[in-house]
């Protein structure tokens, strides 16, 4: 037997994997008895399992995998063997480094385990065979043991970055786009020669580091693991490659790099609110799940600074922390939406922009003055907080007067001009006796009111911020309750209007005529609403006209 014949790599009868076939062979979830046998795919190929493997997980496209086989044509010729050279064979899965019925067969087994495969001429060598040894045509028998793989993952999907794990992680964590990595690196050309090395290196994962290879990996590991990347030019420096530069050594145009990754650990930056722009890093992890909610009391320790490093502000110490209650503009908005995002004992960094700060005016604060339109960063420490009352913590007595009383609190920011904290206070008190099963007639009477004037001053507020399809939401639910209700159609009618769903707006105004005919609110709006029908039928009639014109043309 020739010992160099390297089985089964398929030979240069174009038996080699192309990218459009990958899709030949994944998916196939093979679950086998020892001594039955099952086809694969719908290409003739037979597996027949000779000794279960462990676990159930199954290797993938671009891992590395070890294996024993001996190869025999169907009346029993041994053409090749690993057992008999005493060296188990290596390859990459799914990479076209060996015949199709390999790569199609050993994605299905399991580690340990051993099986029989029946290839078809089709998936091996075809009509030219693999002289002197595998006739044309030949249907090959490989009897194969899977030792182990290690992963190997394509991180892009495209081949572009093969990421080989050498030491797994701990959790199961990964960094995100915004958080600052801490990592230890050494990239070398194909040839072993080092371009670029590091320590430790500190980076956030979005701006990258190095090339864009070294973002991409990260994002896919966990704190502590060490990988070997294989880098295409794509995600390395391209056509161009990169000049020397001080201690930095050249890339060539087109190189691959060989990149040792270990990610030695991240501060996890979170963005905060709906436009994102409160960021908080964490430099000390909190305890357990919790979180302060809105109208929790809190206790901090905090240290205010401008961007250049001036302190304007310092509350709290180890005696007597900095006490206040989230959600009562005790403190300013950046802030509170920071607290509310943190765990007790957590100690964070939190960058606030100025619309979240002191705004647009000089503010002075203990121990310096903020300029204004000032971004300020905070150290915060979370000592401990304690949360405020839920819905499922109280009695129906105490729903309906914490109800009330939040719906007092939403009128006093709505006559303030603050409509976004207003809704806020109309939607909670609306929670609070969300579910009225268990009250009394008189509690369930109660309720109905506070249900209705709640929605109907979110709508107000909606209608304010411009959340149109809110405010419409919102005076639904009180017609659900209350069909005659004409603030709730007024309303609804001026959301309406806004959505140009005017058919919708002409029914309500009607409505709400029928109910109070002298109501002066509701028939100014009703008279917008005609200048507006008025003006979309003006609009209609010039599009067509124009659409007709071109048509005659």
């Known amino acids: 037997m020739d010992e160099d014949f390297e089985m089964p790599p398929a030979g240069a009868d174009g038996m080699m994997m192309g990218d459009d076939e990958m899709g030949d062979f994944g998916g196939d979830d093979v679950v086998m008895k020892v001594g039955e046998e099952k086809e694969i795919g719908k290409q003739g190929l037979k597996k027949k399992l000779l000794k279960d493997g462990e676990g159930w997980e199954t290797p993938e496209v671009g891992d590395e995998v070890e294996v024993h086989y001996t190869g025999t044509l169907l009346d029993g010729t041994k ?56 006739p044309p045509n030949a249907t090959l028998q490989f009897d194969v043991e899977l030792l182990s793989w290690t992963s190997v993952k394509d991180i892009c999907k495209d081949g572009g970055i093969f990421k080989k794990i050498l030491k797994e992680g701990e959790k199961w964590e990964n960094p995100k786009d915004p958080d600052e990595v801490l990592v230890k690196y050494e990239a070398r050309l194909e040839d072993g020669t080092v371009v670029s090395k590091s320590e430790g290196v500190e980076f956030t994962v979005k701006d990258g580091y190095f090339c864009p290879a070294l973002a991409k990996a990260v994002k896919t590991m966990k704190k502590a693991e060490k ?61 357990g799940y919790e979180r302060p909610n809105e109208g929790a009391v809190v206790k901090v320790k905090i240290t205010g600074k401008l961007q250049d490093g001036t302190v304007f502000s310092k509350e709290g110490n180890d005696e007597e922390p900095f006490e206040f209650k989230t959600d009562e503009e005790q403190v300013i908005d950046g802030l509170d939406h920071a607290v509310l995002n943190m765990k007790k004992g957590e100690v964070a960094l939190v960058t606030i922009p100025p619309e979240y700060a002191f705004g647009s005016t000089e503010s002075k604060q203990d121990l310096a003055v903020v300029p204004p339109n000032s971004t300020v960063i905070y150290e915060v420490e979370l000592v401990s907080f304690v949360k405020d009352k839920e819905s499922w913590d109280l009695n129906n007595e105490e729903k309906i007067e914490a109800a009330g009383k939040k719906k007092e609190e939403g009128n006093a920011l709505f006559k303030s001009g603050n409509y976004a904290k207003a809704s806020k206070r109309y939607e909670k008190a609306a929670k609070f006796i969300e579910y009225d099963s268990s009250f009394s007639e008189e509690e369930k009477k109660q309720s109905k009111q506070l249900k209705i004037s709640c929605n109907l001053n979110n709508a107000a507020c909606k209608l304010k911020l411009k959340d149109y399809k809110q405010a419409e939401k919102l005076c639904t639910k009180v017609l659900e309750l209350d069909s005659q209700n004409v603030k709730a159609l007024y309303r609804r009618v001026q959301a309406y209007i806004q959505l140009a769903d005017l058919d919708l707006a002409e029914a309500d105004v009607k409505k709400a005529l029928e109910i109070d005919p002298d109501n002066r609110d509701v028939k100014l709006e009703y008279k917008t609403l005609k200048e507006k029908i008025k003006e979309y039928n003006k609009k209609d009639a010039k599009f067509y006209s124009n659409m007709f014109a071109k048509m005659t043309k």
């Open 227 to 287: 990988v070997l990347l294989t880098v295409k030019p794509q995600y390395g420096f391209g056509e161009k490659g990169r000049p020397a530069a001080g201690e930095e050594g050249a890339v060539p145009p087109n190189a691959t790099l060989l990149i040792d990754l270990e990610l030695i650990s991240w501060k996890t930056v979170t963005e905060i609110g709906d436009d994102k722009k409160i960021l908080k890093k964490v430099l000390k992890e909190g305890e």
């Open 79 to 134: 053409f090749d063997s690993s057992r008999d050279r005493g060296t188990p064979f290596k390859f990459k899965l799914g990479q076209g480094q060996v015949i199709k019925g390999w790569d199609q067969g050993i994605k299905t087994m399991k580690k340990g385990e051993n099986a029989l495969f029946t290839i078809p001429p089709e998936l091996a060598y075809g009509e030219s065979g693999s002289p002197p040894t595998i």
